[in-house]
């Protein structure tokens, strides 16, 4: 069955503009994680979502936001973008979220000029 | 979930085992120790995971001590393409998604 699907793979945006990116998890997933991965910071945890509900959420500003929709798939949008919002934003999903593992697509790679 | 430590790297040679180790001293009870692999610019891939007893399947080992303290992934003829960036997390088993990843341990693979 297909895997994570991350849309678009590649991002160039200006600084102060916004950005959605869009996550279809596997068929029949319904948890969705949301990961921002930088050289400096790693891989850290942005927020999960768990039959259109926000279940979990990391330590970033309300500049970071997410959704899900009826189908599972979720977005992610980014205000008022900074440079340092320039990552590799990936995304995760699984059954239930309590799962022992969780399925990762390619990731977006958003630039902010 | 607990902290964990790796080496920022390592090499091996190809063909050879590769033993890669992680420190989770302050693991709980409850949380199972898991093992990811990122190769460069995908998302990451789930290789093993455990919680007391050690474990083995198609891509690796694991060996968790016996105080639960620390585990090595062992990989047991490492080829070029196990080069990547090896995360050793522990978390409980429920929220899955919400797993927090530290460096990691760049594995070198040489021919």
């Known amino acids: 069955k297909a895997g994570v699907t991350q849309t678009p793979r590649y991002l160039i945006k200006t600084r102060g503009q916004q950005v959605t990116l869009s996550c279809s998890p596997i068929?029949?997933?319904?948890?969705v994680s949301w990961y921002q991965q930088t050289p400096g910071q790693g891989l850290q945890f942005l927020f999960e979502y768990f039959s259109e509900t926000q279940r979990n959420k990391g330590n970033f500003p309300g500049r970071f936001s997410g959704r899900q929709f009826s189908n599972s798939r979720s977005e992610m949008n980014v205000s008022t973008l900074e440079l340092g919002d320039s990552a590799l934003y990936l995304c995760?999903?699984?059954?239930?979220?309590?799962?022992?593992?969780?399925?990762f697509g390619q990731g977006t790679r958003l630039t902010v000029v | 979930d607990a902290k964990t430590t790796q080496p920022p790297s390592m090499d091996c040679a190809e063909g050879r085992a590769a033993n890669l180790p992680c420190n989770h001293s302050?693991?709980?009870?409850?949380?199972?120790v898991y093992w990811y692999r990122q190769i460069h610019s995908q998302g990451p891939q789930y290789i093993i995971h455990g919680l007391k007893n050690n474990e083995t399947n198609e891509m690796a080992s694991l060996i968790i001590t016996e105080d639960r303290k620390s585990s090595t992934l062992i990989l047991p003829h490492a080829t070029l393409r196990d080069t990547a960036v090896y995360y050793c997390?522990?978390?409980?088993?429920?929220?899955?998604?919400?797993?927090?990843f530290g460096d990691g341990t760049t594995l070198t693979v040489k021919p």
């Open positions: 995760a999903s699984s059954l239930t979220g309590r799962e022992t593992e969780a399925f």
């Open positions: 068929s029949g997933h319904r948890s």
């Open positions: 997390i522990v978390r409980v088993g429920a929220n899955a998604g919400k797993s927090t």
């Open positions: 302050t693991i709980s009870g409850n949380e199972y």
